[in-house]
């Protein structure tokens, strides 16, 4: 049986989101790291590693130095950002049908005008998941032992 790939699998936790706590994790000692250690210590590739760290540092969450003695370096509370929130930085949506995108356009409401049962209950489903991402806390993930 073949293993699948990553990119071959639809998940909720994307590979951006997962290399992104990766990367917080690997500063969550406060000290300033170079790109090739983080992506050592957590075995991300570093052209991957580059597209995330931007993300992580214009939502305020890393700073970054330039130069040959520069590095990233947490500069964000992690008690105060959660899964959730890590979530939109990373991939901006969560839902996990694309009914649930604001933007989505429901051939079947559409023609009928009907309320979709299978909607309803997405969306039913897509609140506990958000309420539950929301609860974890990136420090309890990443620093809590």
């Not at 969450?61 to 590095?71: N, P, V, W």
């Not at 990233?72 to 969560?94: G, V």
């Not at 604001?102 to 409401?109: E, P, T, V």
Request: aromatic residues 4%; charged residues 30%; contains cysteine.
């Amino acid at each position: 049986m073949e293993i699948p790939k990553w990119e071959d699998i639809d998940v909720l936790i994307t590979r951006e989101t997962d290399y992104a706590l990766r990367i917080l994790r690997a500063l969550t000692d406060g000290t300033q790291k170079n790109t090739t250690e983080i992506c050592k210590v957590e075995m991300i590739s570093q052209q991957f590693a580059y597209k995330i760290l931007k993300k992580l540092k214009d939502a305020g969450l890393i700073k970054i130095a330039r130069g040959t003695d520069g590095g990233c370096q947490l500069i964000a509370d992690l008690k105060k950002i959660n899964l959730y929130e890590l979530i939109e930085i990373m991939d901006k949506s969560n839902e996990i049908s694309a009914c649930l995108d604001k933007d989505f356009n429901c051939k079947r409401h559409t023609q009928s005008g009907d309320i979709c049962r299978i909607h309803t209950s997405l969306t039913q489903v897509q609140e506990v998941l958000d309420d539950e991402l929301r609860r974890h806390t990136l420090h309890q993930m990443l620093c809590i032992k």
